[in-house]
C-alpha cells in the first residue's frame, strides 16, 4: 500500500510538471541536445556570409567550453570518447571567436587533434568547413558533381538512393565542391595538420572505381570548362529553392540548412534575396541561450514530443475532456501535412496521396513514418471518434503505402536501401540510408492493430515477420532512433502485445524479449544503455542507468504482463528516487540520429517515459 501512494504521489508530481509546461498552443517542445559542432558550425556560418559574430560571442564561447571534457576533447554523447572532428571544429570556431591559441584550453585541445592524427584524418564535412576558408586543400576533398541531379531514379548513386537527410545535404554540398569557394576565416590553423601528414591532405583516402572515378572528376574538374555544367547547377539550385520550408529550414535540420545557404550565396543570392533571408531569419527559432550558453539546436521536435505527452497523459488517467489533451489534439490535427503537399517520398510511391506528419514545427516536404504512427496513437487515446477518424485513416493509408519489401518500414521512404553508396570516398559520415527497421516498424504495427481491414492484417503479418526475423538469439532488438536494444526490445514488446488483441499471439518473442530485459537490470535497480552498444553490441544494455532507458524497460516488462515482477517494482523504485521537483535529470544521451556518429539528449525523454511508467504502476497496465 505504502509503494502504490509513493508511486502515486510521483506519478502526481510528473503529471503537473508536465502540464505547466504545455505551449498555450498546445504543443511540448524540449530542448534536442547534440554535441557542439552545432554551434561551432554556426560561427563558421556567419563567418562565411559576413555576417556579425559579436552579439552571440560570448555565450557561444560559454557553451562550447563548458563542453570541453579535461583532456581537452570533446566527445559525440556525454560520457563518449574523444571525438576528432568535433574536437578540431570547436577548437577552429574558438580560434575564430579569437581565443588565444597559446591559452591552456586551446593547447589541451590541439594535443589530443595530433594525437588522433590531426586535421588529415578527420571526417569529410570537417575538411570541406576547413577547405571553405583556405585551410585544407580543396583537392583532398573527394569530388561530387552537380551532374548527379540529372541521373534517373533507376540508376545508381541518383539523389533519391540517399536518405532524406543525406539527399537534402548532399545536393548543396555539389554546388559548393564544384565550385571551391574560399572565404576569409580571420585566422589561420596550420597547427591542426600533423608533420609528417602534409602529403595525406592533397589526397582523398580509399581505392578501388570509385576512387579513380574521383580522380578522373578531379581531371575534368581541371579543364578550363565543363560543358553543361552550369545548366546542371541551376537545376541543383532549383531542387535546393524548391524545398526550402516555410519557417526558412531545409528538412528543418541544420545540415541541409546550413549548405543550401553557402551554396546559393556562391550561386549568386545575395543576403537580401528572399530565399536568404527566409533561411537566415529562420535560424534564430532553433538557437537557445541561457545559463549553458548560446547553442544552435539541430533540429527541433514539438510534434514528436507533444505525441508522446499526450500518451503519457492519457496513460496517467488525464480525462480526453481536459483542456490541456483538447489543445494538444486540435494542435496535432492542424499539424497533419495536406494529402495533396509535394514530398520526396513520392518517388518511391507515386500517386500515393500524403497522410503524415513531421517531426518539427515545420517541414512539410519530409514527414515521417515513427511520427505518424505516435501521433495516430495518441489521436485515437485522446481525441473523440468523429474528431480524429479522418486524420488516422489518411495516416494509415500513408503508412500502408510506405511499407518496404521485407514487410517493415523505415523513417521518411519506402526501399532506402541502396548500399551501393557506401562506397562512395564521399560517404564516411553518419547513416547515408533510411532503411527500415525494428523500432519504426514496431510503432507501425502498433497502430495498425487498431486499424481494421485486410490490408492492415497483410501488413502486421510481414511486419511481424520481420521482427521475428531480426530478434536478436539474446531475445532483444535492435533501436535505431533510441540507445539502443532497450529501446527497440520496448518498441517491439509493445506492439507484439497491442497486436494480442487482433488474433496475433507472439508470446515465445514476447517472454525472450523481457527475458533479457531481466538480464539488463542494474544494481540500482535501473537499466541504462550506452551510445557505446552501436559500435560493440557486446555492450547492448550495458551503461548507467537513466530514467529514460529505466522507464522504458519497465514499461515493456508492464506490457509483458510482468508489471509485478521485482524488477519491475525495483525500476519504479529507481524513478520514484530520483525524481527531483517533479522530473529527472538525465545527462546521458538516450536518443540515435545518426548510430556511432550523432547522438541527440531529448530533454523530455527523461520526464514523458518515466511518468508513462509510473501511470501504468498506477493503473495496474
Known amino acids: 500500500m505504502e509503494t502504490e501512494v509513493r508511486t502515486g504521489t510521483a506519478l502526481e508530481r510528473a503529471v503537473r510538471w508536465l502540464i505547466e509546461r504545455q505551449d498555450v498552443a498546445g504543443w511540448w517542445c524540449g530542448e534536442l541536445e547534440t554535441n557542439v559542432t552545432m554551434t561551432a558550425e554556426h560561427i563558421l556560418l556567419l563567418r562565411f556570409l559576413g555576417l556579425d559574430t559579436e552579439p552571440i560571442r560570448d555565450a557561444a564561447l560559454r557553451h562550447i567550453l563548458l563542453n570541453q571534457r579535461e583532456d581537452g576533447s570533446w566527445a559525440l554523447y556525454f560520457g563518449g570518447p574523444a571525438d576528432l572532428s568535433t574536437t578540431i571544429e570547436a577548437y577552429v570556431a574558438l580560434k575564430a571567436l579569437d581565443v588565444d591559441p597559446g591559452i591552456p584550453l586551446m593547447q589541451r585541445a ?9 586535421v588529415a584524418r578527420a571526417r569529410v564535412f570537417t575538411k570541406i568547413w576547413l577547405a571553405i576558408f583556405g585551410q585544407y586543400p580543396w583537392e583532398g576533398v573527394p569530388s561530387m558533381p552537380p551532374e548527379l541531379v540529372y541521373l534517373p531514379k533507376w540508376v545508381p548513386l541518383n539523389l533519391y538512393d540517399f536518405a532524406c537527410w543525406a539527399r537534402g545535404t548532399i545536393a548543396p554540398l555539389l554546388l559548393v565542391i564544384s565550385r571551391r569557394p574560399v572565404r576569409p576565416l580571420g585566422c589561420s590553423v596550420p597547427e591542426l595538420i600533423v608533420p609528417g601528414t602534409e602529403g595525406h591532405l592533397r589526397r582523398v583516402p580509399g581505392s578501388g572505381f570509385f576512387w579513380w572515378t574521383d580522380k578522373l572528376l578531379k581531371l575534368y574538374e581541371s579543364l578550363p570548362a565543363q560543358p553543361g555544367r552550369a545548366r546542371a547547377g541551376r537545376r541543383v539550385v532549383d531542387w535546393i529553392v524548391a524545398r526550402q520550408e516555410a519557417d526558412g529550414s531545409w528538412g528543418g535540420i541544420q545540415p541541409p540548412w546550413v549548405y543550401s545557404l553557402i551554396a546559393l550565396h556562391l550561386e549568386g543570392m545575395d543576403l537580401d534575396h528572399p530565399v536568404m533571408r527566409r533561411g537566415i531569419a529562420g535560424m534564430q527559432g532553433f538557437a537557445l541561450d541561457d545559463e549553458n550558453g548560446w547553442r544552435f539546436q539541430a533540429c527541433m521536435s514539438p510534434v514528436w514530443d507533444t505525441g508522446w505527452a499526450v500518451l503519457a497523459l492519457r496513460r496517467a488517467g488525464l480525462d480526453r475532456e481536459h483542456p490541456v489533451l483538447r489543445r494538444a489534439v486540435q494542435w496535432l490535427l492542424r499539424e497533419q501535412i495536406d494529402p495533396a503537399a509535394p514530398g520526396d517520398w513520392q518517388e518511391r510511391s507515386p500517386g500515393v496521396p500524403g497522410g503524415g506528419w513531421a517531426f518539427e514545427f515545420a517541414n512539410d516536404w519530409y514527414p515521417d513514418i515513427d511520427d505518424t504512427a505516435v501521433i495516430a496513437l495518441a489521436l485515437l ?7 480524429v477518424s479522418g486524420a488516422v485513416k489518411r495516416a494509415a493509408r500513408w503508412l500502408l503505402a510506405m511499407q518496404s519489401r521485407n514487410g517493415a518500414w523505415g523513417a521518411f521512404d519506402r526501399d532506402n536501401t541502396r548500399q551501393i553508396v557506401y562506397k562512395l570516398p564521399f560517404a564516411d559520415f553518419g547513416a547515408l540510408l533510411d532503411p527500415p527497421t525494428e523500432d519504426v516498424t514496431a510503432h507501425v504495427l502498433e497502430l495498425l492493430a487498431r486499424v481494421p481491414g485486410s490490408a492492415s492484417r497483410r501488413a502486421i503479418e510481414r511486419g511481424l515477420a520481420y521482427l521475428r526475423d531480426t530478434q536478436r538469439a539474446d531475445g532483444s532488438w535492435f533501436g535505431r532512433w533510441g540507445v539502443n536494444y532497450v529501446y527497440g526490445t520496448w518498441c517491439v514488446i509493445t506492439a507484439l502485445v497491442a497486436l494480442r488483441g487482433t488474433g496475433y499471439r507472439m508470446d515465445d518473442m514476447v517472454e525472450r524479449g523481457a527475458g533479457w530485459l531481466l538480464t539488463r537490470q542494474n544494481g540500482d535497480g535501473g537499466w541504462g544503455e550506452s551510445c557505446h552498444s552501436y559500435a560493440d553490441s557486446s555492450f547492448a544494455g550495458v551503461g548507467p542507468s537513466t530514467p529514460s532507458q529505466t522507464a522504458w524497460a519497465v514499461i515493456a516488462l508492464q506490457a509483458a504482463g ?17 525524481q527531483v521537483d517533479g522530473t529527472w535529470h538525465e545527462p546521458h ?33
Do not use: C, K
Open 110 to 118: 590541439l594535443r589530443v587533434i595530433h594525437q588522433q592524427g590531426g
Open 381 to 387: 487515446e485522446a481525441g473523440h471518434e468523429g474528431e
Open 562 to 578: 510482468m508489471g509485478g515482477h521485482s524488477a519491475a517494482r525495483r525500476g519504479l523504485a529507481y524513478l520514484r528516487e530520483t
Open 589 to 621: 544521451y538516450t536518443g540515435t540520429g545518426f548510430p556511432r556518429d550523432f547522438y541527440i539528449n531529448y530533454h523530455l525523454y527523461r520526464h514523458l517515459f518515466p511518468t508513462m511508467a509510473l501511470a501504468g504502476a498506477a493503473t495496474g497496465g
